[in-house]
């Protein structure tokens, strides 16, 4: 039972190059999450997803764009990144249904993403 | 919109002694969560503590306990006998109790225990 696993670790772009961070589950959440961490700040939510083929908008989630083509997996999408885009990206899944000790997000062990 | 804030961007206390770590927050809801994260150096969030708004008792987890004070809207970490292993980012969060479980998180308060 791996729990969330995020791919890649590590990734530097330059200015207007694309990429995917891929996160996988294995715990058959419903629910997944991306945020992102920038310095001096807690998490702030970009998209989320409540079930396959399902996505909505967070707080932040200007120049990006995800998909959930399976129940397992949430991808996260940069179509032309940018300096400002520069931060630690986690992805995170979680049950649906309110289950007393489980009921929590898990979180992956995060990307650290940096636009040049 | 809901809001968390941490007052307290650093904390440091003698290792064996106790802590406490502050977190407001603002809501109109009458269900929802409030969680306290760990993030060690290796960035991995830990929980390590939930607090469900209905219940009234304060939660507790081996050292760590809060006091959710409803009426005031806030829920301080109190992290007792701290050991050098507790030295890390606290964030204190806000969770709805209806719809997506989307997490609303304050800035964070890096704690650094003193050997």
């Known amino acids: 039972n791996a729990g969330v696993t995020q791919t890649p670790k590590f990734r530097v772009l330059k200015t207007g190059q694309s990429m995917t961070l891929l996160c996988a589950q294995d715990?058959?959440?419903?629910?997944m999450y991306w945020y992102r961490q920038d310095p001096g700040m807690g998490l702030r939510l970009i998209h989320y997803s409540v079930g396959e083929g399902t996505t909505a908008k967070g707080e932040v989630p200007d120049g990006y764009n995800v998909s959930r083509l399976k129940k397992q997996n949430f991808l996260l999408g940069l179509e032309s990144a940018a300096p400002s885009q520069t931060s630690v990206y986690f992805c995170?899944?979680?049950?649906?249904?309110?289950?007393?000790?489980?009921?929590?997000?898990?979180f992956g062990p995060g990307t650290r993403l940096t636009v040049l | 919109a809901q809001t968390v804030t941490q007052s307290q961007p650093e904390m440091s206390v003698q290792e064996a002694e106790t802590v406490t770590l502050s977190c407001t927050y603002d809501t109109s809801e009458s269900d929802y969560y409030l969680f306290w994260y760990k993030q060690p150096p290796s960035r991995q969030m830990i929980l390590v503590i939930r607090q469900e708004a209905y219940k009234q008792q304060n939660a507790t987890e081996n050292r760590f306990s809060v006091n959710f004070q409803k009426a005031a809207k806030s829920f301080s970490l109190k992290i007792s006998d701290s050991q050098l292993g507790d030295a890390a980012m606290y964030f204190c969060?806000?969770?709805?109790?209806?719809?997506?479980?989307?997490?609303?998180f304050g800035q964070g308060t890096r704690l650094t225990i003193n050997p």
């Open positions: 715990m058959n959440h419903e629910y």
């Open positions: 969060a806000y969770r709805s109790g209806q719809g997506a479980q989307k997490l609303v």
């Open positions: 995170a899944s979680s049950y649906s249904v309110r289950r007393e000790s489980t009921d929590t997000q898990y």
